[in-house]
């Protein structure tokens, strides 16, 4: 298909560990986007890329976060230091451009740290 | 900072009946307001969304919403629900002018009786 596929779909890993969550956008859009989504919640906005580089990272919730997107399409979500605490679906999004461009999400990739 | 109220966590209706799923946000000016759905395993889906113009907005699947500037809100409606309505409903605003960094509210889950 030609939507945004996201992998893995499920990561289990121990605290204190590193991960990566990648995302590959659908083919020609230009923004991207991270969400996050606790259980019960709704999604919570990370960091957004328009090209390759992060046009606003305001989400991202301390300095073990960091994402990437060095050729304007693959994006990759790094995690260091796992904490219990950061268990949650990871969301990705792209759109054909900022503004008024529709979000298309993919399945998300559901992190447990144990 | 904005945000976006869902009061209700569940909402059960039977099939045919109608459906009303509330929103309120709070913001400096008037955002940009969006419906999304989320089925078990599947993304995110953009139902509709508003930008400006007609208050009442037509979306997909037989979903619709109005804006209502005096109550701060953004309800979404369905006159008869279909029992593959039943999923988790979130009504999300990003500031007016760009559409790249989406606030959204805690989710209202619909559960459809036969």
């Known amino acids: 298909g030609a939507g945004v596929s996201q992998t893995p779909s499920n990561k289990v890993t121990e605290k204190g560990k590193y991960v990566e969550l990648r995302c590959d956008p659908i083919s020609g859009h230009t923004a991207l986007y991270w969400y996050r989504q606790s259980l019960g919640q709704g999604p919570e906005f990370l960091i957004y890329f328009q090209g390759t580089g992060a046009a606003d990272d305001s989400g991202l919730p301390n300095d073990r976060f960091f994402a990437v997107r060095p050729e304007g399409s693959v994006s990759t979500l790094k995690i260091q230091r796992t904490e219990r605490g950061d268990s949650a679906v990871y969301l990705c999004?792209?759109?054909?451009?900022?503004?008024?461009?529709?979000?298309?999400f993919g399945p998300g990739t559901r992190l447990t740290v144990l | 900072a904005q945000s976006v109220t869902q009061p209700d966590i569940h909402i059960t209706v039977s099939e045919g009946a109608s459906l009303e799923l509330r929103c309120n946000y709070s913001?400096?000016?008037?955002?940009?307001l969006f419906w999304y759905v989320q089925s078990p395993g599947q993304g995110l889906q953009l139902l509709l969304k508003?930008?400006?113009?007609?208050?009442l907005v037509q979306g997909i699947k037989g979903f619709e919403a109005e804006f209502k500037r005096s109550q701060s809100s953004f309800n979404l409606r369905k006159p008869s629900v279909h029992w593959s309505d039943a999923a988790e409903y979130f009504c999300?605003?990003?500031?007016?002018?760009?559409?790249?960094?989406?606030?959204f509210g805690t989710g209202t889950r619909l559960q459809v009786t036969l």
């Open positions: 999004a792209s759109s054909p451009t900022t503004g008024f461009g529709e979000q298309f």
């Open positions: 913001y400096g000016a008037t955002p940009y």
């Open positions: 508003y930008f400006s113009g007609d208050t």
């Open positions: 999300a605003v990003a500031p007016s002018g760009t559409a790249s960094k989406l606030t």
